[in-house]
Nanobody, 123 residues
Framework: QVQLVESGGGLVQAGGSLRLSCAAS????????IGWYRQAPGKQRELVAT???????NYADSVKGRFTISRDNAKNTVYLQMNSLKPEDTAVYYC?????????????????WGQGTQVTVSS
């Protein structure tokens, strides 16, 4: 089993920055990819970014150039640096871990999920 705990959410003005953290514990050796997803009220959960165990990254078009995903393997932690935030970035952000040997963008292929952290961007 793997436990994921997100932190770092909050309220920020448009144009501001936040850094989210996802701390993993338990059988972390089984994890390949970590993904950040977000879900706004009344909308489907959408992929924000992924990072593989080797450090390869992938971003949604809506956040490219503004968000950066990174990982510190020594700390079993993945970060999501969010800059130039927009009101449309407002959502609950979740991190998820996959045991698949390839990076997936399909939510159902992630085995473990955190509880989520709220990000609110005011205009």
């Amino acid at each position: 089993q793997v436990q994921l705990v997100e932190s770092g959410g909050g309220l920020v003005q448009a144009g501001g920055s936040l850094r989210l953290s996802c701390a993993a514990s338990g059988s972390t050796f089984s994890i390949n990819a970590i993904g950040w997803y977000r879900q706004a009220p009344g909308k489907q959960r959408e992929l924000v970014a992924t990072i593989s165990s080797g450090g390869s990254t992938n971003y949604a078009d809506s956040v490219k150039g503004r968000f950066t995903i990174s990982r510190d393997n020594a700390k079993n932690t993945v970060y999501l640096q969010m800059n130039s935030l927009k009101p449309e970035d407002t959502a609950v952000y979740y991190c998820a871990a996959s045991r698949l040997p390839i990076v997936t963008t399909t939510p159902t292929e992630y085995d473990y999920w955190g509880q989520g952290t709220q990000v609110t961007v005011s205009s």
